[in-house]
């Protein structure tokens, strides 16, 4: 698979460290399932870290934006962390930042699911 | 790079030869090495010196892929691919080469290589490429060109995906050979249709054909593709996000078991001055224009290019 995820906490947020690319196919799921389990398991508060995220499609914004909704319907949050370019670029075409709150900050990030 | 002083041909893992890749040229050994990549994606390999060797090699092991030399021109491959088809009609072949023109990109596409890139290479794009021409499913022909030269390219093509990824390279390397190219978004936004006329259109059957044509004008760069779909209206299709809704198509999508995505055509229409579906819904033309601030600069850099995330391979 393409996507390589690596999950850690820290102050009470489950951050989830992308690697890869995040396109039509086995890679999106990969997301879902994770986000899903971490939300099962009574995780709030989920950061999705895209800092090595080489390449993404509007599949792979698809899952993002689900991800999203998945978590915000159980009460919870999830937030963005470090866009490279092309991520930034694509949420900018589709206005999908408007959706998101991201950072570029991780202690910052992370304050801003406490407040 | 660095280059192996004795270039003896070496063998990687034990694997069925049917599945290895054959590789032309002097072994390399660094970190952002083909041979690397290929490893790391478990793919195993074997090394033939030159043309020769290679098809010397070819008529004692039925190897599924070829990847020629780097430093051997297009044409110089091209003339080795009609060989190898001799020895082994159904062998993928990849091309690499120092330069090319869009001549010898299409002769390339015409001559059916399963990929032609030209320097900087990326190793690790083309390692992935390796990887899916492995598991290639040989029972369709592919991506048949109709009609070509330089200001005007029609394709027929089996639809499904890796024929899209292998088609949309075949674009990007094709758009980099222009004097007056694209923007490199145009690629992103032809390929979300793509996929769309494959996943909606075709419903990812890959026996079904679809239509490409790629039209260069004084002003404009145009995509045109065509579905064996029955088409759809552009302004009511639930299950796809709207520049006023960027989410309610999500549960949609989620309560129809469709995967989550929906952003394909807002994409694409952020993307190009004219996004034109024709009546039926199952052909659609994109239309870029070229003003000559667009020929100078495209509004993103070539890193959106996913193959540009590693050093380039200097041949």
Not at chain 1, 20 to 35: F, H, K, N, S, W
Request: proline share 5%; net charge negative.
């Amino acid at each position: 698979m393409s996507l390589k995820m690596r999950t850690r906490e820290a102050n009470g947020v489950v951050i989830i460290d992308l690697s890869g690319q995040i396109t039509l196919g086995e890679a999106g799921a990969a997301i879902r399932d994770e986000v899903r389990d971490q939300a099962g398991h009574g995780s709030s508060k989920i950061l999705l870290n895209l800092a090595d995220v080489t390449y993404i499609d509007s599949a792979g914004l698809g899952e993002l934006t689900a991800a999203f909704m998945s978590v915000k319907n159980r009460g919870g949050e999830l937030k963005l962390l470090n866009l490279t370019k092309r991520v930034r670029d694509l949420m900018q075409i589709t206005k999908l930042y408007t959706v998101f709150d991201v950072h570029d900050d991780e202690r910052k990030a992370i304050a801003a699911f406490a407040s | 790079m660095e280059l192996s002083e004795k270039p003896e041909p070496r063998q990687s893992q034990d694997r069925p030869s049917a599945c290895r890749v054959l590789i032309i040229g002097y072994e390399r050994h660094s970190e952002d090495s083909l041979e690397q990549h290929l490893t790391s994606l478990q793919c195993s390999f074997t090394h033939a010196v030159g043309s020769a060797d290679a098809l010397r090699q070819l008529r004692d092991t039925p190897f599924a892929v070829v990847i020629t030399d780097p430093e051997t021109s297009i044409h110089e491959d091209l003339a080795l691919v009609t060989e190898i088809r001799r020895v082994r009609p159904g062998v993928r072949v990849i091309v690499l080469a120092p330069g090319g023109t869009p001549e010898e990109l299409i002769a390339a596409l015409r001559q059916r290589v399963f990929l032609c890139q030209v320097a900087p290479l990326n190793t690790r794009e083309i390692a992935r490429y390796a990887a899916s021409a492995l598991e290639a499913n040989t029972s369709h022909s592919g991506i048949e060109v109709l009609s070509a030269d330089r200001d005007w390219i029609s394709i027929r093509m089996n639809s499904d995906l890796l024929n899209a990824d292998r088609l949309t390279a075949f674009f990007k390397q094709f758009r980099l050979t222009l004097p007056d190219r694209p923007p490199e978004e145009m690629m992103i936004a032809f390929e979300e249709i793509l996929h769309n006329a494959i996943e909606h259109g075709a419903q990812n059957d890959p026996s079904k054909l679809l239509e490409v044509a790629a039209v260069r004008t004084k002003r404009a760069f145009v995509f045109y593709i065509s579905d064996p779909g029955k088409g759809f209206r552009p302004d009511a299709i639930p299950h796809a996000a709207t520049p006023d809704d960027l989410t309610r198509h999500i549960e949609i999508r989620n309560k129809s078991g469709m995967r989550p995505g929906g952003y394909g055509i807002l994409l694409a229409s952020g993307i190009v001055d004219e996004l034109i579906y024709s009546e039926i819904g199952n052909e659609v033309l994109l239309i870029k224009h070229m003003d000559d601030s667009e020929r100078r600069q495209s509004t993103f850099e070539e890193t959106w290019i996913p193959s540009s995330g590693n050093e380039p391979l200097k041949c």
